[in-house]
T-cell receptor, first 113, second 113 residues
Framework: GAGVSQTPSNKVTEKGKYVELRCDPI?????LYWYRQSLGQGPEFLIY????????DSGLPNDRFFAVRPEGSVSTLKIQRTERGDSAVYLC???????????FGPGTRLTVT | AQSVTQLGSHVSVSEGALVLLRCNYS??????LFWYVQYPNQGLQLLLK??????LVKGINGFEAEFKKSETSFHLTKPSAHMSDAAEYFC???????????FGKGTRLHILP
């Protein structure tokens, strides 16, 4: 079956612009996670959803970052007033329940110029 | 707070030689432990995981890892390296009572012909 998909695969934006990153989880997976992977680092947790609600958003670095999952499936990570330090690969993962194995998408590479 | 330390950001081994990637974690209770592999331009793939029970865990592609509580370690090994094993490897921990995964910084494995 289809895995986790993320769009776009690459996004280049100018400093100060707004961006949206999309994640399509595996069908039927109730939990969805966002991570950020900076160059030379491991993935860093941002936020996760159980269903439509954000169960833990403790990893969001500041209030410029926001994520939604209105129908409990697709999720969008939104970044306002982008900064060069936001440049990273943004990874999405989904699982069947919060204790299940997390399956990762290929990521969106965000470059802020 | 939970943390993961991977010793060596780069490891080189000859084809056919033993692969040993080191991982230590900090945790007050035995956590869930994982090894993920990331091939260039691909998403993270689960190699193996430890939850409870047998401390020697076998994964895909001939890899295995042993949970040693007394050493707070979860080192990854493979008896004989193959060229296709060249990738970045991440050790990760998930606390029992939390659902986010905490990753190490990763070890890039190079296979020498």
């Amino acid at each position: 079956g289809a895995g986790v998909s993320q769009t776009p695969s690459n996004k280049v934006t100018e400093k100060g612009k707004y961006v949206e990153l999309r994640c399509d989880p595996i069908s039927g997976h109730t939990a969805l996670y966002w991570y950020r992977q900076s160059l030379g680092q491991g993935p860093e947790f941002l936020i996760y959803f159980q269903g439509t609600g954000a169960a833990d958003d403790s990893g969001l670095p500041n209030d410029r970052f926001f994520a939604v999952r209105p129908e409990g499936s697709v999720s969008t990570l939104k970044i306002q007033r982008t900064e060069r330090g936001d440049s990273a690969v943004y990874l999405c993962a989904s699982s069947q329940g919060t204790a299940g194995e997390q399956y990762f998408g290929p990521g969106t590479r965000l470059t802020v110029t | 707070a939970q943390s993961v330390t991977q010793l060596g950001s780069h490891v080189s081994v000859s084809e056919g030689a033993l692969v040993l990637l080191r991982c230590n974690y900090s945790s007050s209770v035995p956590p869930y432990l994982f090894w993920y592999v990331q091939y260039p331009n691909q998403g993270l793939q689960l190699l193996l995981k430890y939850t409870t029970g047998a401390t020697l865990v076998k994964g895909i592609n001939g890899f295995e890892a042993e949970f040693k509580k007394s050493e707070t370690s979860f080192h990854l090994t493979k008896p004989s390296a193959h060229m296709s094993d060249a990738a970045e490897y991440f050790c990760a921990v998930r606390p029992n009572r939390d659902d986010k995964i905490i990753f190490g910084k990763g070890t890039r494995l190079h296979i020498l012909p």
